[in-house]
């Protein structure tokens, strides 16, 4: 798929991450340089990757029934999701009927509801577990044996859940093949994308599978992930309206991360950790949202 990692590990001082899962900064990897040879003054540069306009196969332009949930506390209106930041790269995203999906389930940071979708990468064992609770309905790993890309669409309710696979980068400094997941959910006429442990920037191919974005949660750590001028190089690209930072060890990390967007886009802090966003309420102009984790 044409999928070439762009970016190399960005190194720097081991970041310091919860204690449950201090053991994962004991390893660092080897910081590696990609050179570009100059292009010729006559050729004109390659156009970057651009997303498409349309999200693909968006669940809202098929008819989708509301079920009303009177029964519950705060039900969502048909046009609402619910996003709750637990912590780490694990959000619990909550559709009308009740879906509730818990993204890079794991054993160290789980929600306090059993969900009924949960989605996995592979990079380090705090985006995936070998043993979910059974009783989730849907298990989903970002990843597939012998470095095969998995293949995931499917519909649940008022949910639709798609990925699109991009490699992450081994301990011994080479390239494991689709081991992540972008996971994007279409609920109530919005496109959620959860980009996972990325690193690397996107190719036009990846882009026009991914489609339109209106909600992004992005990884902001700016080493294990991918360094902070590739990922603002990837918000660039998708253009969501709204930006989600997650995956980040400490407030200096984040804010090393809001100080680099400060330069391109509006950055709001919120009180709490509970987001209900609708189309009608997506900013007008581009926005970083902070949600504080749990």
């Keep these: 798929m044409g999928d070439v990692m762009s970016r190399g590990y960005v190194g720097g001082a081991a970041l310091r991450f919860l204690a449950v899962i201090g053991f994962l900064l004991a390893?660092?990897?080897?910081?590696?340089?990609?050179?570009?040879?100059?292009?010729?003054?006559?050729?004109?540069?390659?156009?970057k990757p651009e997303i498409l306009q349309g999200c693909p196969g968006l669940i809202a332009t098929r008819p989708m029934p509301f079920l009303p949930a009177a029964s519950r506390v705060a039900a969502l209106k048909a046009d609402e999701v619910r996003l709750d930041y637990i912590g780490h790269s694990t959000f619990l995203i909550e559709s009308p009927q009740g879906v509730r999906i818990a993204t890079d389930y794991?054993?160290?940071?789980?929600?306090?509801?059993?969900?009924d979708i949960a989605t996995m990468n592979h990079a380090h064992p705090s985006h995936y577990t070998d043993h979910p609770d059974p009783a989730i309905k849907y298990v989903l790993r970002g990843w597939a044996d012998d470095e095969k890309p998995a293949r995931i669409d499917m519909q649940f309710e008022d949910v639709r859940v798609r990925n699109v696979p991009t490699n992450i980068r081994t301990y011994d400094?080479?390239?494991?093949r689709h081991g992540n997941s972008i996971f994007i959910f279409e609920i109530a006429n919005l496109c959620i994308a959860h980009l996972g442990h990325l690193h690397h920037t996107l190719t036009q191919q990846q882009l026009n599978e991914i489609g339109r974005i209106d909600v992004v949660l992005v990884p902001v750590d700016g080493s294990y992930t991918l360094d902070l001028d590739g990922m603002v190089e990837v918000l660039h690209a998708l253009k969501a309206p709204l930006m989600i930072p997650m995956h980040y060890f400490s407030r200096l990390t984040l804010?090393?991360?809001?100080?680099?967007?400060?330069?391109?886009?509006a950055v709001e802090i919120a009180a709490v950790p509970t987001l209900v966003v609708s189309r009608t309420t997506l900013p007008v102009k581009p926005k970083v949202l902070v949600l504080p984790g749990h």
């Design 173 to 176: 400094g080479g390239t494991e």
């Design 106 to 115: 794991n054993d160290y940071v789980r929600p306090p509801v059993t969900p």
């Design 27 to 47: 390893t660092s990897l080897a910081a590696s340089a990609q050179g570009a040879a100059p292009a010729a003054p006559t050729i004109k540069p390659a156009a």
């Design 255 to 265: 804010d090393r991360f809001l100080d680099r967007v400060r330069q391109e886009w």
